[in-house]
Every structure is written in C-alpha cells, then in structure tokens.
C-alpha cells in the first residue's frame, strides 16, 4: 500500500501559478503509474496529469503547455507546476498512483490509492 498528501493549493490571480506536491509514503520500493487529477464543484472529474514509470508525462488538452509533471525520485514526491492558471482551473486537485492493466487489447490505467486533496482556486 501506498499513502499519498498533497499540499501547495492556495487561492492565485489569474495569470499566477502555484506548485502541487504529492508525497508518497509507504510502498515506495516499486513503481507505480501516478496521475493528477482535478474535480470542480458540479463537473466531472479530470485527469490533468499522467506521470508513468518510465518517467514520461502526458497532459490533458485543457493543461498541456501551462502544467507540467515531474518527481523527484530521492523524495518520494510528485510535483505538478501550473502556469498561466486561469479561472476554469479553479478545482479540488488529487493525486492518485496505481497500476497499468491490459483490458480488451488496450492498457487502461487503475488508480487504488488516492490523496486526500489539495485546493486550487484563481480568481479572475
């Protein structure tokens, strides 16, 4: 099992930008598929963020040139930077990390560990 605590929310104006950080305790020996995920009040939620094994990431289209993925492998964390934060960033934002599975010929990503979040809001 792994645990998972976000911190580095806050309240930006639009324009800023503010650094998440995902800290990983626990299972930390073998690798796990990690994403970013977000939820707003009344949506649905979203993966912003995948950070695989292999160190790449890959963006949603709403993120991709303003958010980026790292993780220091020395500290066990996750970060998430985000530029030119705009309004309809404003989101409960969540850490989650799991396992790649095969279903129906295709990989599909399963997320059993989750944050607790960290909120996210940009005023206009």
């Known amino acids: 099992q792994v645990q998972l605590v976000e911190s580095g929310g806050g309240s930006v104006p639009a324009g800023g930008s503010l650094r998440l950080s995902c800290e990983t305790s626990g299972d930390t020996y073998r690798s796990y598929y990690m994403a970013w995920f977000r939820q707003a009040p009344g949506k649905q939620r979203e993966r912003v963020a995948r950070f695989d094994t292999d160190g790449s990431a890959s963006y949603a289209d709403s993120v991709r040139g303003r958010f980026t993925c790292s993780k220091d492998y020395t500290k066990n964390t996750l970060y998430l930077q985000m530029n030119s934060l705009q309004p309809d960033d404003t989101a409960m934002y969540y850490c989650?990390?799991?396992?790649?599975?095969?279903?129906?010929?295709?990989?599909?990503?399963?997320?059993?560990?989750w944050g607790q979040g960290t909120q996210v809001t940009v005023s206009s």
């Open positions: 989650a990390a799991g396992d790649r599975v095969v279903d129906g010929g295709t990989w599909t990503y399963e997320y059993d560990y």
